[in-house]
């Protein structure tokens, strides 16, 4: 009888938490900012930026699904690294791509590779830059596009926290190298910005990861602690409170 009371509580458990939402588990992460990043000056009387990007208009991206999209963090980037201080001359930024894409890879085990919880994703972030700089005094009219990737494996059923962290650190680490490489063509294939003026340190990656726990891993604590609840519940109901208190007669 206890037994048959256990399981079906157990079993209505199960299947309350499987039907949850993960978003239980999400930390609201803050958006990436380049406000005190250090500002470069460039030999050029203007600075457009363009961008012919929009997070999420095509099926394969899914870059509005996460709080700074590449879009967003690359504007913010230009608009702050950036500051024109020449006499004459046009730099124009066109973003032409910022994207994530997203890939399930099957497990290597046969067995596993049929089922979807058990496949890792492969995630690819996608950033092509054009640069054109135009109308610069003794100098020749000079542009140069540079695609940059980098990639990131994400571990079997984490939970959409650990996910959206993992994701903006990677695009945090790849706007460093982007500024990195973008300094360096600036300076010494376009000679717009001096050697004096190049920063000394790397952007810095603010992001940190939470614990890398999955969702089947938080399933799993929680209906310990409730089997642990349920049993105890059960054993009051059917046998009532087994706590006595024995009276002791000091007179003896």
Not at 28 to 55: A, H
Not at 72 to 79: E, G, H, P, S, V
Not at 113 to 130: H, K
Not at 144 to 149: D, G, K, L, P, Q
Request: aromatic fraction near 6%.
């Amino acid at each position: 009888m206890i037994r048959n009371i256990a399981l079906v509580s157990l079993s209505t458990l199960a299947l309350t938490a499987c039907i949850s939402t993960p978003d239980d588990h999400i930390a609201t992460l803050p958006e990436i900012n380049y406000n005190t990043l250090d500002v470069i000056p460039v030999d050029v009387s203007r600075i457009e930026i363009d961008t012919q990007t929009q997070p999420g208009a095509q099926a394969w991206d899914i870059s509005n699904s996460v709080t700074t999209s590449p879009d967003t963090a690359m504007r913010r980037y230009l608009q702050q690294r950036y500051k024109a201080n020449g006499q004459n001359g046009v730099l124009k930024f066109n973003l032409e791509k910022a994207e994530i894409t997203s890939q399930s890879v099957p497990n290597k085990n046969k067995i596993l590779s049929f089922i979807s919880l058990a496949n890792v994703t492969d995630y690819t972030m996608t950033i092509v830059v054009n640069i054109d700089s135009a109308y610069h005094s003794g100098q020749p009219d000079y542009n140069t596009s540079t695609r940059f990737v980098r990639k990131t494996r994400m571990p079997v059923d984490v939970t959409l926290a650990y996910r959206e962290a993992r994701l903006q650190k990677t695009l945090e680490e790849m706007v460093r190298d982007i500024d990195d490489a973008m300094i360096t063509t600036l300076s010494n294939k376009f000679n717009l910005i001096s050697h004096n003026n190049i920063p000394k340190k790397n952007i810095a990656v603010h992001t940190e990861l939470p614990k890398h726990e999955g969702e089947l891993d938080i399933f799993i604590d929680e209906v310990k602690g409730n089997a642990s609840k349920i049993k105890q519940s059960v054993k009051n109901n059917v046998f009532g409170d087994t706590t006595s208190v024995v009276p002791t007669d000091y007179n003896h």
